[in-house]
């Protein structure tokens, strides 16, 4: 599984764009990237997912350059419920049994009045 | 929107005591996976589980720990001798298909504190 590399915080104000970047400069050609959010106490939640270019959802949008070797989550508008963990995962299609989803320390987002 | 439910949520146990912690998988999903994660600390994959055989473990996932599928709902984390260390939030998941682009489900969690 690829290697990936995020800050260990970021701070924000409320109705900011929050941009995340992850780097995974060994990612594969069947590595997909994905974003989880986890509040405190709680389990991971799945944000977003793409293999290239941009991928748009409710939640937040994810930019993936040519290259593929970095991602950025973005948040649009963040408030102060969005302050949580964030983790970039890297893992590839997988056949079946067991590709473990392996999490970092993940980027702690702190958002304020 | 489905989700896994985990019981349960809290736990209190001596050290030494054997524990078991459920897990209600979402009902089409094929792959199950166990994760903690201590105060403080990140996420810890222990072990997953396909087609009633486990598929992969961590380290951490030693001759202490042991997983089930008893009947077509459940899944069950089994600590046989709980150590102070034990003490972590266990989280299950479950994803219809292996994990890596596929998306994985987390319960709640169960908090276990071992005195």
């Known amino acids: 599984l690829a290697k990936t590399t995020q800050p260990i915080s970021m701070d924000s104000y409320e109705g900011q764009e929050v941009n995340i970047t992850c780097s995974h400069n060994?990612?594969?050609?069947?590595?997909?990237i994905t974003w989880y959010q986890q509040f405190p106490s709680q389990g991971p939640r799945f944000i977003i997912q793409?293999?290239?270019t941009k991928v748009t959802n409710e939640v937040a949008s994810l930019f993936i350059p040519a290259d593929r070797k970095s991602s950025t989550l973005s948040l649009p508008r963040v408030s102060l419920s969005d302050t949580a963990v964030y983790y970039c995962?890297?893992?590839?299609?997988?056949?079946?049994?067991?590709?473990?989803?392996?999490f970092g320390k993940g980027t702690t987002l702190s958002v304020s009045s | 929107e489905p989700e896994v439910t985990q019981t349960p949520s809290h736990q209190v146990t001596q050290m030494g005591q054997e524990v078991i912690l459920r897990c209600v998988p979402i009902?089409?999903?094929?792959?199950f996976y166990w994760y903690r994660q201590i105060l403080g600390q990140k996420v810890e994959f222990l072990v997953s589980?396909?087609?009633?055989?486990?598929?992969?473990k961590s380290e951490i996932f030693d001759d202490q720990f042991s997983v089930e599928r008893p009947d077509g709902s459940n899944f069950t984390l089994k600590i046989r001798s709980t150590k102070l260390e034990d003490s972590a939030m266990y989280f299950c998941?479950?994803?219809?298909?292996?994990?890596?682009?596929?998306?994985?489900?987390f319960g709640a969690g169960s908090r276990l504190t071992v005195l």
């Open positions: 998941a479950s994803s219809r298909t292996g994990a890596g682009a596929n998306v994985l489900t």
């Open positions: 060994n990612i594969a050609t069947n590595d997909y």
């Open positions: 793409g293999y290239k």
């Open positions: 589980f396909y087609n009633n055989e486990i598929s992969e």
């Open positions: 009902s089409n999903h094929l792959y």
């Open positions: 995962l890297v893992g590839d299609i997988g056949t079946g049994a067991g590709t473990a989803l392996i």
